[in-house]
């Protein structure tokens, strides 16, 4: 356990600009500090007490005045140019405040673009790109220019663009600066599975105090210098065996579990024993239900969500669906990405209806669709008390429950005499047309 060397090992930093002159300025005066592998380690303070210097000196970005940085027990002021260069391919992968994306590129070019550097094939980097798109649940936006993202769906690109070459060092500078409360949750949820999950060296800087329980340790600086540190979780090698055991336990996994762990993205050693069975059972439920793997489930989820804000048409979704998951779609065959399609055009077309051509032709257009979709011969008259039903519902007369309940009663009672089943069927198709209908 003593063995455990620090990832990064920072001694006696100075980083002052205009030394000896009269606006000198001290950044960093006499730092030290290390870091441990698969730590999460935040650097806080206000601004100006140099938290972003020392992520950039830890980076290679900023050179000292005095002092070290070294990286894996390489001083990166002894490294040659080789290594520097590796150093910022691959051994370290930073996230910024202003997101710095290429606003000429698409997202995908964007994330996969450190790739380029490293001289791989188009085809491998791009499937690495949408590797880490489909995880971050925006492989919808893949084809999108930055413009065309939100502050969070952004900060998700750049995080999956840090991700690309694989370091074991993630380094945030003020990540969530410039997103709204919920986008900045989801970005330090991220870092945080980065840490726990894939097992990275992630050190954040920040100036707000409601980031701190995200990290294991916390660095305070003030005026340039630390001037205490605060302990979570301790994962190094002195007074906390955590990082380790983690370590162990990750390596005596048996075989057949890890390959499941590759089929199963959301599987994660946090979940053997007794969380298995949940996980297990959300897994089975969606593949006896649809037949479809939960990755694929999720892509069509988000295409759909780009379908009903507008950016996409039918045919764009349909086709999305039936694009390989390999290359940005969701995987799906034909005939069901066919179907499906069909199936949700239908519903916008009612909902279109409902909206634009006035209740009493919406209603009837409505009527005739439920009646084709679930096989329902009713007389004229029976149709009339049918439509009169539906009209209820829309004018929020009475709920879903009400509706199912006169669909089953009996004709002599004056319902429509549905089967059970059929009944709960159509009064759950007109509630999802009444709920994408709605709007605040």
């Known amino acids: 356990m003593s ?41 806080f303070g206000p601004s100006g007490c140099g938290k972003s210097t020392l992520l950039y000196s830890i980076s290679g970005l900023q050179a000292p005045t005095e002092g070290h940085v070294a990286i894996s027990g390489k001083k990166i002021n002894e490294m040659n140019k080789k290594e520097i260069v590796e150093l910022h391919q691959v051994g370290t992968g930073m996230v910024f405040q202003a997101f710095y994306l290429i606003p000429s590129l698409n997202v995908l070019d964007n994330v996969c673009l450190p790739k380029v550097f490293r001289g791989e094939s188009k085809t491998k980097r791009k499937e690495t790109g949408i590797k880490l798109l489909h995880r971050f649940g925006i492989v919808e936006q893949s084809s999108k220019f930055p413009s065309q993202l939100s502050g969070g769906q952004k900060q998700r690109v750049s995080i999956a663009r840090s991700l690309v070459n694989n370091p074991q060092i993630i380094l945030a500078d003020e990540p969530v600066g410039n997103l709204d409360s919920e986008s900045a949750v989801n970005v330090l949820r ?12 992630v050190i954040l800087v920040t100036h707000n105090a409601e980031h701190l329980h995200y990290a294991d340790r916390i660095v305070y600086l003030k005026d340039g210098k630390i001037i205490k540190e605060e302990v979570n979780k301790d994962k190094r090698p002195i007074g906390g065996e955590s990082d380790i055991n983690d370590k162990v336990k990750m390596e005596e996994l048996t075989t057949d579990l890890k390959i499941l762990m590759r089929t199963f993205k959301n599987l994660s050693t946090q979940q053997i024993g ?34 009903l804000f507008g950016n ?23 005939h069901r990405a066919n179907s499906f399609a069909a199936r949700i055009a239908g519903i916008l077309k009612q909902v279109d209806n409902l909206t634009k051509r006035g209740m009493n032709e919406g209603i009837s257009l409505l009527s005739k669709y439920l009646m084709e979709g679930f096989n329902l011969n009713f007389t004229q008259e029976e149709a009339r008390v049918f439509e009169s039903f539906l ?35 159509v009064s759950r198709e007109l509630e999802i047309i009444m709920l994408i209908k709605y709007s605040v």
């Open 391 to 425: 009209k209820m519902r829309i004018e929020n007369k009475f709920d879903r429950i009400e509706l199912q309940q006169k669909l089953d009663v009996p004709k002599s009672k004056g319902g429509m005499g549905l089967h059970k089943n059929t009944a709960e069927k």
């Open 312 to 334: 996409i048409n039918v045919d764009n979704f349909q086709s999305s669906l039936d694009l390989s998951y390999e290359r940005g779609g969701a995987g799906w065959n034909k």
């Open 190 to 201: 991220i870092l945080k599975e980065l840490n726990e999950i894939d097992k990275k060296t």
């Open 3 to 43: 063995g455990v060397d620090p990832i990064i090992e920072v001694s006696n930093l100075k980083v002052i600009y205009n030394k000896g002159k009269s606006n000198e300025v001290r950044s960093l005066d006499d730092v030290s500090v290390k870091i441990y592998p698969q730590e999460y380690v935040i650097f």
């Open 274 to 307: 007794a969380l298995l069975v949940p996980f297990k059972a959300n897994q089975l439920m969606s593949h006896v239900l649809s037949n479809l793997a939960e990755e694929q489930v999720n892509a069509a989820s988000g295409f759909l969500k780009e379908l």
